[in-house]
């Protein structure tokens, strides 16, 4: 028996005034009615009803504890009906994490499409680049661009991310372009990397990892000002495919070594329990696999069977 399972009868058997009508209200024994009374007021150290033969009354604790118990256990089962409908229903707040760049792709759209389809859901956002303890931070899903270093974890893969190295035109045309990446060491960079790191491209060749290290001209920890200097002619820049889909299709931006750019590169979403997630959790999962699988249909990016 839990403290809730002690307070309800013993508020049953004050209302009725009588333990027998209070354990046929409860579909109990009149015998368990009695043990419940008496240890809630074992607990107490009190008296809670005058008994005679005829007639139960309560005692001046016994009103105290009626007059309190009731607004606490109205929010109890006010609580049990919220909950209840947050495991059943998707509602409620979700706290999401994100990087920058994940913001200048489509995802924000997706987002927004689940927040339309339901509106009982509200987000919080958390847009950082820094790797988030998902735990420690009360965070409830992460959209994490791998590999995934956390075994403690679930993950849910969702999309490739294809990446490109471009630049303009015009860069190309002054400059040349990079018959492989080790040649990029002698163009200027544009690059990304979270502070105190030193900025590094990872390429693949013949099947295996190969880093270059760079001495870019800018080194910025967003993508954003990077976009804009290199449509400047500044620079060679690599992004996701999707941040700058807009500039290859115009043009204004030109892919090189294509072959060496990682192909194996995933979005997923992370989140810390496998079991008793809420609706709508179970709800933004589902519906972000549906979207990412029509996403990389539409964009030519394949998406886990």
Not at 105 to 110: F, L, Q
Request: no cysteine; proline share 7%; charged share 20%.
């Amino acid at each position: 028996m839990d403290s809730l399972d002690l307070l309800q009868t013993f508020r049953e058997v004050a209302r009725r005034g009588s333990f027998s009508a209070a354990a046929r209200a409860l579909d109990m024994s009149p015998a368990n009615v009695s043990k419940y009374v008496a240890a809630l007021e074992a607990r107490f150290g009190v008296r809670l009803f005058n008994r005679t033969t005829r007639k139960v009354s309560l005692t001046d604790a016994g009103q105290l504890l009626y007059e309190r118990s009731g607004p606490m256990l109205e929010l109890v089962q006010f609580t049990e009906g919220e909950l209840l409908e947050r495991a059943t229903k998707p509602s409620g707040r979700l706290t999401l994490s994100a990087s920058h760049p994940l913001m200048q792709t489509p995802v924000p759209a997706v987002l927004g499409r689940f927040l339309t389809l339901h509106p009982a859901v509200s987000l919080q956002l958390h847009i950082t680049n820094r790797l988030v303890d998902l735990v420690e931070e009360g965070v409830d899903v992460a959209l994490r661009v791998g590999p995934i270093p956390d075994a403690g974890i679930i993950v849910r893969k969702l999309m490739r991310i294809d990446f490109s190295v471009v630049a303009t035109p015009a860069y190309w045309r002054a400059n040349g372009t990079p018959a492989h990446p080790r040649e990029l060491a002698g163009h200027r960079t544009l690059s990304m990397s979270p502070h105190g790191q030193a900025p590094v491209w990872q390429f693949v060749e013949n099947g295996r990892p190969l880093g270059v290290p760079l001495q870019p001209l800018v080194d910025a920890t967003d993508i954003a000002p990077l976009v804009t200097m290199a449509l400047q002619d500044l620079g060679v820049v690599l992004l996701s495919t999707a941040a700058i889909a807009s500039h290859l299709d115009s043009g204004a931006l030109v892919p090189v070594l294509a072959d060496y750019v990682p192909k194996d590169v995933w979005l997923y979403a992370a989140y810390a329990q496998r079991r008793h997630n809420s609706a709508a959790l179970a709800a933004l999962l589902a519906f972000m696999e549906q979207e990412t699988r029509a996403l990389g249909s539409l964009a030519g990016v394949s998406v886990p069977p």
